[in-house]
Each structure stands twice: as C-alpha cells, then as structure tokens.
C-alpha cells in the first residue's frame, strides 16, 4: 500500500526527504559565515584602524635636566684691610690757653723770632733775635715783611673756635697749608692757625688782639696758645 504525498514508510520508519536536503546547506552556511567573520577581522585590523603601537620602551636621550658639574674651587682672597697701620703719635697734658705776645722789631729790619715748643718759658719769643734752627715763627719789617714761617714748619689755618682736637689741629697744619710769609695786612683779629713744631709739638695759635706802636707800621700780635707736647 503506497502514499501519494510524498512520504512514507519504510522498513517500518517513517522519512521526511526534506529535512535531509535541509542540513547539509546549514552546515556549510555556517562554516562559510565564521570563516567571512575571521577574514573580515584580519582584513579590518591589516587596512582599517590600525592599533595605536604602545609607548615606545626604547632607551633615548634624557630630557631630565642634568645638575652642573660643579667647577673646581678656587682659593678665597681675603678681602683687603680697612685697618691702618699707621702708628698714630700720644701726646702729653697740653698747655691750655697761653699768651704769646708776637712784638714788633725795634729796630730797621729787625725781626723777632718764636719757639713754640719753650711756649710759657722764657726765650719763647725773642725781639731782635737771632735765627735759630728750633724756631717756628719770625716776624718783621724786612723782606719778607709779615708773619714768615721757618725751618720748614708746617702751619694752616684752623678753626677759631675752642676746643680745638690735637688731631684735627694736626691735619689742619699739613692740609690747610698757608703762605710761607703773611703780610701784616692780612693778619686780622679773630685768626687762627694749627702748627707743627721740630720736635712735633702741635700748637693752636688764635690771634685775639693786635697793638699799635710808636713810630713802627708794624703792630704787635697778641695770641692766645694752647699747645700739644709729644709724649716722651
């Protein structure tokens, strides 16, 4: 007995021929589409987005900053000294406030001569004298007319107020240096001058008062002294 339809029995089974026909095409589609996908990925990978290579690790020039070779040490040079060496001279108890009375010569062309170091002794101030090598100070009517200074002594002015520091009174004798010989016109009251003696006594001489004489154009030079004694 035999079934139009297309299917049937055999050997006691039933078969279907369309499920047959059915799986071997699946199988292949199958095999075909994983295939397409691991092609399409190395494709994609080989000329699509490539991968972005990671950081190279290979060793190059640093960029970290390097520290100075420090350079090597020179000796220090001590700066100079601000100290002075000079030996600066003592002095004994000065002789404060002392009268030296400059006289004019007596006689033509006189001339009167002063030691300041005998300042207060007798033979400070000799009228009508004679040179000697210990005076500081001549004055006369003579060339050269005026106060002259002797023996190469050093005499500035100086300040005519007191009190007068020795050693500004120094500085003033060898810094304010005045003529050798001052006219009798230019020593005017209220003067003063520092000098330094033969045996470097400093003196302050402030001339307080001048007189007049009798039939001499010379005046008489009144000073008041305070004289510095070199210790010994």
């Given amino acids: 007995m ?14 279907h021929p369309s499920v047959q026909h059915l799986i071997l095409p699946v199988a292949v589609g199958l095999i ?24 190279s690790t290979s060793a190059g020039p640093s960029t970290t900053p390097q520290e100075p070779t420090p350079e090597p040490s020179q000796p220090s040079t001590p700066p100079p000294s601000t100290t002075s060496t000079a030996v600066v001279p003592e002095y004994g108890q000065p002789k404060r406030f002392q009268t030296v009375k400059i006289s004019a ?27 000697k090598s210990t005076d500081e100070l001549s004055y006369g009517n003579c060339s050269p007319e005026g106060l002259n200074v002797e ?24 810094t304010q240096a005045t003529a050798g010989t001052i006219p009798p016109a230019d020593l005017g009251s209220g003067q003063a001058f520092c000098l ?3 045996e470097s006594a400093v003196v302050w001489m402030h001339l307080g008062k001048r007189e007049t004489v009798t039939g001499n154009p010379l005046l008489n030079l009144i000073f008041r002294a305070t004289l510095w004694p070199r210790a010994a």
């Fill in 2 to 15: 035999s079934d139009s339809g297309g299917s049937g029995q055999r050997n006691g089974r039933w078969s």
């Fill in 32 to 55: 075909l589409l994983v295939a397409g996908v691991v092609v399409g990925k190395v494709t994609t990978d080989d000329n699509g987005d490539k991968a972005v290579p990671a950081p």
């Fill in 196 to 198: 330094v003696t033969d």
């Fill in 105 to 131: 010569p007596r006689i033509s062309c006189g001339r009167t001569y002063v030691d300041l170091d005998k300042l207060g002794q007798a033979g400070a101030v000799r009228v009508n004298g004679t040179s």
């Fill in 151 to 174: 023996n190469g002594a050093q005499m500035g002015t100086a300040s005519n107020t007191y009190p007068v520091t020795v050693g500004r009174c120094a500085t003033d004798a060898s």
